[in-house]
């Protein structure tokens, strides 16, 4: 009979244990704590404070199952830290692996960090374009009636004022981006009124500056509301 509990027998071995895989299962194999300790080639105290600890688990009968004990103490203990010769090259494995988990751990920390702020600027880039669509809706007839180049220079400017300032500046129009774009809303608006209206306004002008000159030369100033100055009355006359 094959003792399994013999490192150097001759049964086959699979992985890092010094037994066939599943040998323990098909044993049905209990053992002391004296003997779990020369199973792993450690101390009898080591395997007691293990017990007493928490890290290992003895069943009803006062043993241990072999698969669960080593089960249970790689998974409470630091594996690096254990002394079973049996166990090397299975922690050695483990620090590797653990190492190479907090590797990877930390690319994806930091893809995650990328794709988030991937999606900020394409959500900010989204955003600026809906705002553009809105200003050239809104202001599409008074630029129409600019120069091309200077709707261009001012669609320009408008676009690197809001990347810059991000959506926030949204509020910005384009003509307010447009070089020179008070003389050229002024022409605009010239543009916009008939001869007639030009005429009326004209009129206006000179009846308005009519006034004020008529005021000067009767010693009045057009502003003068003060109680103490002098009012007319309809007829011309001052009031008492």
Avoid: Y
């Avoid at 194999?29 to 007691?48: C, I, M, N, P």
């Avoid at 009968?61 to 079973?84: E, I, K, M």
């Avoid at 959506?167 to 008070?182: F, K, M, Q, R, S």
């Avoid at 010693?219 to 007829?235: F, L, R, V, Y």
């Amino acid at each position: 009979m094959t003792n399994i509990l013999n490192p150097d027998c001759t049964a086959q071995k699979t992985g890092i244990l010094p037994f066939a895989s599943g040998d323990l299962d098909r044993s049905g194999l209990r053992l002391t704590r004296a003997e779990f300790s020369r199973f792993l080639g450690v101390s009898k105290q080591a395997v007691g404070e293990w017990v007493t600890a928490g890290k290992i688990t003895l069943g009803a009968d006062g043993r241990l199952d072999p698969r669960q004990a080593v089960s249970q103490l790689l998974r409470n203990t630091d594996p690096a830290r254990l002394r079973a010769k049996v166990l090397e090259p299975l922690a050695r494995d483990i620090g590797k692996l653990q190492l190479r988990v907090a590797e990877l751990e930390k690319a994806l920390a930091q893809s995650d960090e990328n794709a988030t702020f991937h999606e900020e600027c394409s959500n900010e880039l989204a955003a600026q374009l809906n705002a553009f669509d809105r200003q050239l809706l809104d202001e599409r007839d008074v630029l129409a009636s600019l120069p091309v180049d200077k709707v261009i220079d001012g669609i320009t400017a408008w676009l690197k004022r809001v990347s810059e300032n991000g959506v926030a500046a949204g509020w910005l129009t384009i003509l307010e981006c447009v070089p020179d774009n008070g003389l050229d809303i002024l022409q605009h608006e010239l543009d916009s009124l008939s001869s007639g209206a030009l005429d009326d306004l004209e009129r206006g002008v000179s009846i308005v500056c009519g006034i004020q000159k008529n005021r000067k030369l009767r010693g009045g100033h057009p502003d003068d509301t003060s109680p103490g100055a002098p009012q007319q009355n309809e007829e011309g006359g001052e009031d008492e």
